[in-house]
């Protein structure tokens, strides 16, 4: 059977324009994962697992965390965030943070599959979806156990396979996450979406939670076209990208690239964390994570530091 899915071998490219220039550019590969074909690409890759462990491991609940036992800090979700609503019943109930993630870990009760979590998403913002679409995600499963991911992307396609509709998972380095929609109406061109919409989330120390966030998806196919910049009003001081050329995802492949590009997260995060030491040289401007909660909103999986 072929799949759906498959890799990409990318290029990650950041030019920060303001207040101070920095600029890098660097060589990772990331998964395109149809939804539907998680098992059976468990079952054609040796080195890829699904929710237990392998070098590859893609676990469903890394992924659009919702529920109160996650989402226990209410002041990180945004007024119409529909989280909200349980998160304020399980306090009021008493829960307290260390029972609710105690339950999480033991409830009896098995989590909906995470297509089945993205349709309610969708639906909860007004956006219907017939399941017998495709859902595919650009993502980084677990390498040896770690994830890191500053982004993965739905894909949604009605049953014709036409594209839908997007959704952009932004993380951070405190593993919280945050979900923007890219609507129907944001589809542009047949396979392009963009949308500029306001940040409100705590992605770097080096950049404000009042700026906007320039989405420009290609639908993936033979290439990988991804921009995401920053805007400050009309201004843009930080353009990202991601680009790629599609290759299959074999056991022979991924091999080649587990090689060219060993433990990828780690590579991820040990950047992240070497280019934030280059721009505190550079002092450019830092802010804590605690200087603006009311600007975190939308917050899934809210860390509990406060700093």
Known sequence: MELNSCLYECSVMHHRLAPKEHHFEHR????????????????????????RGNLYSFRDDDHEPLGPKLNHRPELLGPDDPSRERTFDALEMGESDDRAAEESRTSPIPRE?????????????????????????????????????????????????????????????????????????????????HKITPKHFYVSPFSSLDLNFDFTFRVPGDRLDIRIDDRDGGERILLS???????????????????????????????????????????????????????????????????
Request: proline share 7%.
């Open 28 to 51: 990772i590969f990331m998964f395109y994962l149809d939804l539907d074909e998680l098992d059976a690409v468990a079952e054609k890759v040796f080195f890829f697992s699904r929710n």
């Open 113 to 193: 599959p995470l297509k089945s979590r993205i349709i309610h998403f969708l639906e909860r913002n007004g956006v219907t979806f017939d399941p017998r679409g495709r859902i595919m995600l650009l993502t980084l499963p677990r390498v040896g156990g770690y994830i890191f991911n500053p982004i993965s992307i739905f894909f949604c396609f009605d049953p014709e396979g036409t594209p839908l509709c997007s959704v952009a998972e932004v993380g951070n380095t405190f593993r919280e996450i945050k979900l923007f929609l890219l609507r129907p109406e944001d589809r542009h061109q047949p396979d392009c979406f």
């Open 241 to 307: 990208t991601l680009s790629g050329r599609r290759a299959a995802l074999t056991n022979s492949r991924l091999l080649w690239l587990t090689l060219k590009c060993p433990l990828v997260t780690l590579k991820v995060i040990s950047l992240i964390h070497w280019h934030a030491f280059r721009l505190w040289l550079k002092r450019v401007p830092f802010h804590r994570k605690a200087e603006n909660l009311p600007l975190q909103t939308g917050v899934r999986r809210p860390h509990l530091a406060t700093k």
